[in-house]
């Protein structure tokens, strides 16, 4: 029997592919959850608009090989982003691990010049792109990659305010959160 995608049931989604893949473990009022514990949990996340879009046309099956893969990409990103500006010889090692298995190439087309994505097998595709688009952050703003403020969220997400002060994954969740609990400590005090 194959794996059913269902709705996604996450808090955060929408966040650069790296970040998304992190945002598979979050905590809510009911506890700790994990999207990727699963067959279905890997399916629904396959079948996101912000993944496909990554993979393109390459069928990705949902299968035990493409999550094992995964969640070493998760581990690897998991260090990584712990100091994204100055990440430690563990956490190099086992992005690399990831993006050992696959490359990107370039080629000149009738059209114009292109690139390709090659990796050892297309359950090794979504792992990849992953640890490729954290490379792409990284490049571009890695002062911007950032863990929610709420100490009790392990969500990430990219900064893409203007002014670069985004605090927390969502100012719907995390944000109000912490506002009310300013307004109740200042009421209580007065």
């Known amino acids: 029997m194959s ?21 598979t473990r979050w905590i809510d ?3 700790r959850h994990d999207l990727l514990d699963s067959l279905d949990g890997l399916a629904t996340w396959l079948a996101g608009p912000l993944v496909g879009r990554a993979l393109g046309d ?8 493409t999550l094992d893969r995964l969640l070493q990409a998760r581990t690897a990103l998991d ?5 994204p500006q100055h990440p430690d010889a ?21 059209d114009g010049p292109d690139t390709f994505v090659e990796v050892e097998a297309p359950s090794w595709l ?6 490729e688009d954290y490379l792409r952050l990284l490049a571009e703003r890695p002062e911007r ?14 900064d893409v305010s203007k002014n670069g002060t985004r605090r927390w994954c969502s100012m719907a969740g995390c944000g109000n959160r912490a506002k009310a609990q300013r307004h109740y400590a200042r009421q209580k005090k007065a």
């Open 90 to 110: 563990d956490a190099i090692d086992a992005l690399n691990a990831v993006l050992a298995h696959g490359r990107r190439g370039h080629l000149l087309r009738p």
């Open 3 to 23: 794996p059913n995608p269902g709705a996604d049931p996450r808090p955060l989604t929408g966040e650069p592919l790296c970040i998304d893949l992190l945002n």
């Open 79 to 83: 260090k990584a982003i712990a100091n």
């Open 126 to 131: 979504p792992a990849w792109r992953a640890a």
């Open 29 to 31: 009022a009911t506890g």
């Open 58 to 65: 390459t069928a990705v099956p949902a299968d035990r090989d």
């Open 145 to 158: 990659i950032r863990s929610c403020t709420n100490s009790e969220c392990v969500l990430h997400f990219y």
